[in-house]
């Protein structure tokens, strides 16, 4: 069965950096879409950012020019690399896959047919 497995969570000081990673198997790994979501408490699980197998890229404004999403197709692996760190990025933080089809948007939490059981970053000021 398909299985995403992320790692690389922890506390750190506000400023600081982590590597988020996401091991993917049971599935085929170049025609899906890979994605980061979070969830702090009291709110929805929101967008991150996303890579496809072209390796195009997608980020929510809030982490754009702090956060970098990567994927290693032989190692059918995703990574989020998270620097500059805030404290209002405390969350747990969840790989998912999206079977690449037209139209779909990588945004949507309902796009993704797959996903881990997630990260906890937190952020201390």
């Known amino acids: 069965q398909v299985q995403l497995v992320e790692s690389g969570g922890g506390l750190v000081q506000a400023g600081g950096s982590l590597r988020l990673s996401c091991a993917a198997s049971g599935l085929t790994f170049s025609s899906y879409t890979m994605g980061w979501f979070r969830q702090a408490p009291g709110n929805d699980r929101e967008f991150v950012a996303a890579?496809?197998?072209?390796?195009?890229?997608y980020y929510a404004d809030s982490v754009k020019g702090r956060f970098t999403i990567s994927r290693d197709n032989a190692k059918n692996a995703v990574y989020l690399q998270v620097n500059s760190l805030k404290p209002e990025d405390t969350a747990i933080y969840y790989c998912?896959?999206?079977?690449?089809?037209?139209?779909?948007?990588?945004?949507?939490?309902?796009?993704?047919?797959?996903w881990g059981q997630g990260t906890q970053v937190t952020v201390s000021s």
């Open positions: 890579i496809k197998w072209s390796t195009r890229t």
């Open positions: 998912a896959a999206a079977i690449e089809l037209p139209f779909r948007t990588v945004v949507a939490a309902s796009t993704y047919d797959y």
